[in-house]
């Protein structure tokens, strides 16, 4: 009783480690200019984006498939979405509406052609991917979306942290409480067993796209209220906010023995976004970031995945000289 009390403490204090211990390397080795007030509070903000992202990748990737066209439907939702609710003269609440539908029509389409056809979601959400590039160019004679004013308040402090509070709160009943949520985490555990239970694979994956819709409509428009900008992008460009979220859900996967997978992913965007900003405070070019960011990635997944092996080997060294120590060989 006393170790799971105590485990209530430790273990959220094990999963900060991770951007405690980002943080403290770059202000030792930026000579403290690094980790300012002003510079933590704008990554928290330059996150928001990918955290719900994130959260809308999060059933699927979970269940065992990458969706590749994420990024590339978050430029197509904010393009859209900025440009139709300015001409309308509904300012940021018709910009909130429009994102969100175009978001779910979007994961719709991408829905029902994998329930339909017999093809691996991660093919054919690449088709998707160049797709949707094609359309952010081909819309609105290629110039994008630019939002200014008051149209952008929602993207700064407070306001952007209240989204993330109430998107938390949503998708934490959603993989707490969803069914859909339980059938996922079945079927990526052991898919041949989840058919055998009597789970819709299909079906589930149909439900996931669906449910990370609205969160990938929401992505949407904070990548454009915090920008201001959103330029068309091909050639598969958009993978960038792609891999954030996903890297992110990965390292919230890893760190969820510790802390719900809700919070653990926010760790994860931050600690992404906390690299970015100290590779950039080292004076390192900022197209080397990638770089950095998937040696982190690397190096944080090989340990986290053969943690228990290294804790074997040292319990293992341990009885070993305990031994010794007393028989004496």
């Known amino acids: 009783m006393k170790n799971s009390r105590l485990s209530i403490i430790t273990n959220p204090l094990k999963a900060f480690i991770l951007p405690v211990a980002c943080y403290l390397i770059f202000l030792i080795l930026s000579g403290g200019t690094f980790g300012t007030p002003a510079t933590l509070i704008n990554n928290a903000v330059k996150s928001v984006s990918p955290i719900l992202l994130a959260y809308g990748v999060l059933l699927l990737l979970v269940e065992g498939n990458m969706d590749m066209s994420i990024g590339a439907s978050v430029y197509l939702t904010a393009i859209i979405g900025g440009n139709l609710g300015q001409k309308l003269g509904w300012g940021i609440g018709g910009i909130i509406i429009i994102c969100i539908i175009v978001s ?76 859909v949520a339980s059938h996922i985490r079945t079927i990526g555990s052991n898919r041949i067993r989840a058919e055998l239970s009597g789970i819709d694979i299909k079906k589930a994956e149909f439900k996931a796209i669906m449910m990370g819709s609205i969160f990938m409509g929401f992505s949407a428009v904070f990548f454009l209220t915090n920008s201001g900008l959103v330029q068309p992008v091909l050639n598969m460009a958009s993978m960038s906010l792609c891999f954030d979220a996903m890297i992110a859900v990965f390292i919230g996967m890893s760190l969820q023995r510790y802390i719900s997978m809700p919070i653990a992913i926010i760790i994860g965007v931050f600690t992404i976004k906390m ?41 293992n060294k341990k009885r070993a000289k305990q031994i010794k120590e007393k028989y004496g060989f």
């Open 104 to 179: 779910i029509i979007c994961c719709l389409i991408k829905a029902a052609v994998n329930y339909l056809l017999n093809i691996s979601y991660n093919l054919l959400s690449i088709g998707f991917l160049l797709v949707f590039e094609c359309c952010t160019y081909f819309l609105f004679d290629s110039k994008g979306a630019i939002v200014m004013g008051d149209i952008t308040m929602i993207a700064r402090a407070p306001w952007c942290f209240i989204f993330v509070a109430a998107a938390l709160a949503g998708i934490y009943v959603i993989w707490k409480k969803s069914l």
């Open 275 to 315: 690299l970015g900003t100290g590779i950039l405070s080292l004076g390192i070019p900022s197209y080397m970031q990638n770089v950095f960011t998937g040696v982190f990635l690397i190096i944080f997944m090989g340990i986290s995945i053969n943690q228990n092996k290294i804790f074997e080997i040292r319990e």
